[in-house]
């Protein structure tokens, strides 16, 4: 079966860093996105990977190898308003996206 | 750019009744569409895949007669919500993968927040 993990939920501290982490079983792979959901509201698209190595944009990089099947979301200098969850979706063989349950994020003052 | 708006934003509704959700792509043309529920603290549920000019696809368990889409343009998908129930209520979101743009990305409309009392 296809399989997404990701913590349930993560605390911060403001001005500090978090790595949300994301492992993935998929049939097939076209690329590993990250969105950010506020509560109440649409997911708002962060970032996308389908090559190994590091994309980074902003305070937000995101981290991808394909050989372990993992990911990572990286957060810099945390601001209140990135209390949010993470949603961490992989792109199959179909080009489905099948996503995981989301990292809620807490950031404490 | 990659904008997608729905209408309307929230909806209550009585049992039986049926509700019309749009979907628009504003600033791009989307061949694929996508219409998603999600219930509180869940993660997102594909309902279907919407294609232009063609039937959508269906994910398992969701009644393809009970939740009709509609997908006349490259701009435009809808869902029907027919005869809603209490148990209908939810976090509807559709989402447009962009035809011009990186074609793998998905973009999210805002959603619609429907209550069926």
């Known amino acids: 079966g296809q399989n997404i993990d990701q913590p349930t939920e993560m605390t911060a501290t403001e001005g500090a860093i978090v790595q949300i982490n994301c492992t993935y079983q998929?049939?097939?792979?076209?690329?590993l996105f990250w969105y950010q959901q506020h509560a109440g509201e649409a997911p708002t698209f962060l970032s996308y990977?389908?090559l190994d190595g590091l994309e980074e944009k902003g305070r937000f990089s995101s981290f991808l190898s394909r050989s372990k099947g993992y990911s990572y979301l990286l957060l810099k200098e945390l601001q209140m308003k990135d209390s949010a969850s993470y949603l961490c979706?992989?792109?199959?063989?179909?080009?489905?996206?099948?996503w995981g349950a989301g990292t809620k994020l807490i950031i404490k003052p | 750019g990659a904008v997608v708006s729905q209408h309307p934003s929230r909806v209550i509704c009585k049992s039986g009744t049926s509700v019309k959700i749009e979907c628009r792509s504003l600033?791009?043309?989307?061949?694929?569409m996508f219409w998603y529920r999600q219930f509180p603290k869940q993660s997102l549920m594909l309902m279907a895949t919407?294609?232009?000019?063609?039937?959508?696809?269906?994910e398992q368990g969701v009644e393809k007669d009970k939740f009709l889409i509609n997908h006349a343009s490259l701009t435009l998908s809808t869902l029907t919500v027919t005869s809603a129930h209490p148990e209908d209520s939810s976090f509807y979101i559709c989402?447009?993968?962009?035809?011009?743009?990186?074609?793998?990305?998905?973009?999210f409309g805002p959603g619609t927040r429907l209550l069926v009392l």
């Open positions: 989402s447009a993968r962009a035809l011009n743009l990186a074609a793998e990305t998905q973009y």
């Open positions: 600033d791009f043309q989307a061949t694929t």
């Open positions: 919407s294609n232009e000019g063609s039937k959508a696809t269906y």
């Open positions: 998929t049939s097939g792979f076209n690329g």
């Open positions: 990977n389908v």
């Open positions: 979706a992989v792109m199959d063989s179909n080009y489905q996206l099948i």
